[in-house]
Every structure is written in structure tokens, then in C-alpha cells.
């Protein structure tokens, strides 16, 4: 089974971090799984390390198991940024931008404060006060939406709804027991950790192109999204339905503007971990029972690898949803039009652009996804999938006749979108905006000439330079965890 790093730093996005955050990582006893987690580590008499975690607590580990490096939190980085801003606007400016980069809202709005204090009349500030004005603005509750969501869903009859400022929610899953424990917070239930999630992406997709000069459409309804509590609720909706689901993590459906998903921690990908849990779970309760000598062991790993099992897979129900609400975003913002014929490189390209990896050390806008680039950096070499023309022209995913060859086209589509946001912004809204305008017979592609042309018609036509300037870039692109293991 090939080994797989699950990150547990995506809470940055939604729980507060110390001012250090050590990583560790840990490979889960009986599996070919390994995680990492960000927090605050400490050595202890007997070889034991406490790590605190931010949601979870503390969490205890052998010494010889683990690995852990001493680095600072990307909070407490954001924070260290605009204190050295002081008066300099475009500083405190440039201290927002790193903050949206790496998922930190709060800290991204401390600085824009800050830049406003300075100079309200700066334009950057106009437009982001121009955005937050118009999300402020209520939405109606229009039953029409649920109406639609049950036409698109009829196996969701026993489902409810709930809604947010910005999505409205069907749902069947159920509250977690002792959700409302008597003087102690609430656990949220899974409906409205989906909803926070959701909002998140929302605030974030737009803050992001505002923040660039690049004004979108905000939406005048509610999006519409379903979040069936289990795997089977969502192939039985599948099956309902005859589409094509059955290796979808989540998806969204552009004729009925919906999102669908379901809880990521009943699919297969979890299941060996369960299992592993579930054993340990027995043992621990046996040791318990027997009063045996090594009993605080078992149980500590025991609790240990229920707390990492819970991590995964809201971590990957994360990265799901960053994905997917991608789509959804970019349909209803006018950025990419559902009536338009957008190349599946774009539309792919952007998802996992603003996605939040499942292995990323810190999730935000633009995140290094290892995932992809490993898929990038295995292609890299090869002439034709590596080829700038090829893939702006579609015929990566176009000619594409395996999983393994869609999984590279997703990498080169990332890498390439990745460059583009970063170098050359303005020239990409502008691509955007003639793929957004253009309209096909029954939303067919258009042939691969012509989408080379469109994208030339922009960039240029020495799409060779632009290629090697790509891979230049590459190169010198590397995730959190490796500058971390490499001391930078």
C-alpha cells in the first residue's frame, strides 16, 4: 500500500494556533499510513512526548516512533509580519496577502484593519470593502431551492435542511452523541461544520480576487449543496440517478448548480485504518480487564490513533470540499460560466489551486499540494505531457484513456495553474474571462486547435519561452514539510 502523509494543520483554518507548532510525524502501527500533525511537542522522563494539539489536546508518543522539528506557526508568522509592518501600508498590504495565503482569515482582516487605519482611500481597501459590504447583504429564503435540490436528490426525502448565510444545506447525517453536553461547548454538528467550512471557501475564492484587482459576481442566491451522511447514501443517489459517480469523492453538477457529498470517513480509503483502531480498541479494553503491565501503553496509542482515524478523514472531507465548492464558486461568480465551454485543464486547474491538500503543513489559497506535485515532478521529464501546447490545448485530459492518466493531468493542470496565478495574474483573468464567453452547441468542447488559439491569442505565441519559464518556476517550488526537513 503506498504510504500516504495526513495532515492534521488544516485547523489553522478553523482553531487557533500557539505561538510554536512543532510537526510530527508519526507511521501508524500496522499500516502503510503515516501522519503528521502541527503543535506544540515535549520530551518527557521515560522517553514519552506530549504534543498539544490546538483541537484535540494533548496526545502522548513514544520518543523512538516519532520524528518532530521546531519550527514557528504560520499564526504567530502573520502576526510577527504585521508587527513588523508598522506604518508602512503596503507592508501591513503584503502581511494580508501572506495571511489569505495561508488560511488565516482573522489575521488576514487584523492587517487589512491595520492598511485601512493608514489610508482608507487606498483601492485595494475600497474593493475589499465594497466585497465585504455586499456578502454582508441577506440573501432570501426561497423554497424554490429546496424544491430543486429534492427533484436532483429523490432519494434525499428523509433528509433536512439548514442553511448559512451564503449556502443552503440538505443533509441526512445525525448530531454527534452528547453534542450538548451541560456546561461544556457544544460540539458542532456535522451539518454545521460542513456549512463553516463551505462559508470559508466562499469568503476566501472572492478575497482573493478582489484582493488582486480582479473584481467577480456575487451570488444573489444561496448555492445549493447535499451532504449525505454515508457512502452508500451517496451510490444509492448514484445508482438513482445512472451517473457516473461510483469514483467520485464529491462532485458538482453544473445543470442543477449543486454540490454533492458525503462524509468522507465512511468511504474505503478508511476502512484498514478502522480496523486498526478498532483492534486496539479491544486490546486496550482486554489490558484494562487483565490489569496487564503495559495496559497505560496500550491504551494511550489506543486513544492516540482514534484522535489521528477522526483527523484523516475531516481532513480529507476538506479537501473535498475546497475542491468541489471551487467549481460551484467559479460557476456562480461569472469567473467560469456553466453555459460556457471551459477546457476541463482550467476548470480542473483552478479546484486544485484553491483546494486544501489532506498532505499540505498549512492549508490556504495557492497551498504547495504534494499530491500534485509529485504528479507534476513524474512528468516533468516527458516531452509531450509536459508540454505547455499539449495541456492548454486540452488534449492532456482529452487524449487521457487511464486513472493514472487523468491523476497526471490533474498535476500538470495545478503546476501550470500555480505558475500562471503567480506570474502572470493578470494575463490569466484576461484568459479567464474569453473562456468564460465562450458558448458551444450543448456545452461540447471545442476542438484542441482552438483552444490553443484562445490561450495564444492572450499569452502569445511563444508558448516555448512560456513553458520554460514554467518548469524554472517549478523547479524551485516545494512544500511546507520539505522546506521544513530542509532547514529553510
Avoid at 57 to 64: I, M, R, S
Avoid at 88 to 105: I, N
Avoid at 346 to 354: D, M, N, Q, S
Wanted: aromatic letters at 10%; one cysteine or more; a positive charge.
Amino acid at each position: 500500500m503506498r504510504q500516504f502523509i495526513v495532515s492534521v494543520a488544516w485547523f489553522v483554518l478553523l482553531a487557533p494556533s500557539a505561538s510554536r507548532a512543532d510537526i510530527l510525524f508519526y507511521p501508524i502501527p500496522g499500516t502503510g499510513h503515516a501522519f503528521q500533525l502541527q503543535g506544540e511537542a515535549k520530551i518527557n522522563t521515560g522517553g514519552i512526548v506530549s504534543f498539544r494539539h490546538a483541537e484535540f489536546g494533548v496526545l502522548y508518543f513514544d520518543y523512538e516512533k516519532v520524528r518532530f522539528f521546531k519550527v514557528p506557526s504560520t499564526r504567530s508568522l502573520a502576526q510577527r509580519q504585521l508587527k513588523k509592518a508598522k506604518q508602512d501600508q503596503e507592508a501591513c498590504l503584503e502581511a494580508a496577502r501572506w495571511a489569505l495565503h495561508h488560511g488565516l482569515l482573522s489575521d488576514f482582516n487584523k492587517a487589512a484593519a491595520a492598511a485601512w487605519q493608514l489610508n482608507p482611500e487606498h483601492p485595494t481597501l475600497k474593493r475589499l470593502a465594497n466585497l465585504k459590504r455586499r456578502m454582508r447583504a441577506p440573501l432570501p429564503i426561497l423554497k424554490e431551492q429546496e424544491d430543486e435540490i429534492r427533484v436532483f436528490v429523490p432519494t434525499g426525502k428523509d433528509s433536512e435542511f439548514v442553511r448559512s448565510d451564503h449556502f443552503l444545506l440538505m443533509h441526512n447525517t445525525k448530531p454527534p452523541k452528547n453534542a450538548r453536553r451541560k456546561g461544556r461547548k457544544p460540539i458542532k454538528t456535522p451539518a454545521e461544520q460542513r456549512l463553516e467550512l463551505l462559508e470559508t471557501v466562499y469568503e476566501t475564492f472572492l478575497l482573493k480576487f478582489y484582493f488582486e484587482g480582479f473584481e467577480l459576481e456575487i451570488p444573489k442566491k444561496r448555492l445549493k449543496v447535499v451532504l449525505f451522511a454515508h457512502r452508500n447514501d451517496f451510490d444509492a443517489f448514484s445508482d438513482a440517478t445512472k451517473a457516473e459517480y461510483s469514483k467520485a469523492a464529491g462532485f458538482y453538477n453544473k445543470r442543477s448548480n449543486t454540490a454533492v457529498f458525503y462524509d468522507q470517513g465512511t468511504g474505503k480509503v478508511f476502512e484498514s485504518l478502522d480496523r486498526v483502531n478498532k483492534d486496539l480498541k479491544e486490546k486496550a479494553d482486554l489490558a484494562m480487564k487483565r490489569h496487564s503491565p503495559n495496559v497505560k501503553d496500550i491504551v494511550r496509542l489506543s486513544k492516540t490513533l482514534n484522535v489521528v482515524c477522526e483527523v484523516a478523514k475531516k481532513s480529507q472531507d476538506i479537501e473535498v470540499v475546497t475542491h468541489e465548492a471551487t467549481h460551484q464558486m467559479a460557476a456562480n461568480t461569472g469567473l467560469m460560466p456553466n453555459e460556457a465551454a471551459v477546457p476541463v485543464w482550467v476548470a480542473e486547474g483552478i479546484a486544485t489551486y484553491f483546494e486544501s491538500p489532506s498532505d499540505a503543513a498549512w492549508a490556504g489559497v495557492g497551498t504547495v499540494n504534494e499530491g500534485r506535485l509529485t504528479l507534476y515532478r513524474a512528468m516533468a521529464h516527458d516531452a509531450q505531457h509536459s508540454n505547455l501546447d499539449y495541456i492548454v490545448s486540452d488534449d492532456i485530459f482529452m487524449r487521457a484513456n487511464s486513472d493514472q492518466e487523468i491523476a497526471n493531468a490533474y498535476g500538470q493542470a495545478w503546476a501550470l495553474t500555480h505558475f500562471l496565478m503567480a506570474r502572470h495574474f493578470d494575463k490569466l483573468m484576461e484568459y479567464y474571462k474569453q473562456i468564460g464567453a465562450r458558448r458551444s452547441k450543448d456545452r461540447r468542447q471545442f476542438p484542441p486547435d482552438q483552444n490553443l488559439a484562445v490561450f495564444k491569442k492572450v499569452f502569445g505565441d511563444d508558448t516555448a519561452a512560456l513553458g520554460s519559464d514554467w518548469h524554472r518556476y517549478m523547479k524551485s517550488l516545494k512544500t511546507d514539510v520539505e522546506r521544513v526537513l530542509e532547514g529553510e
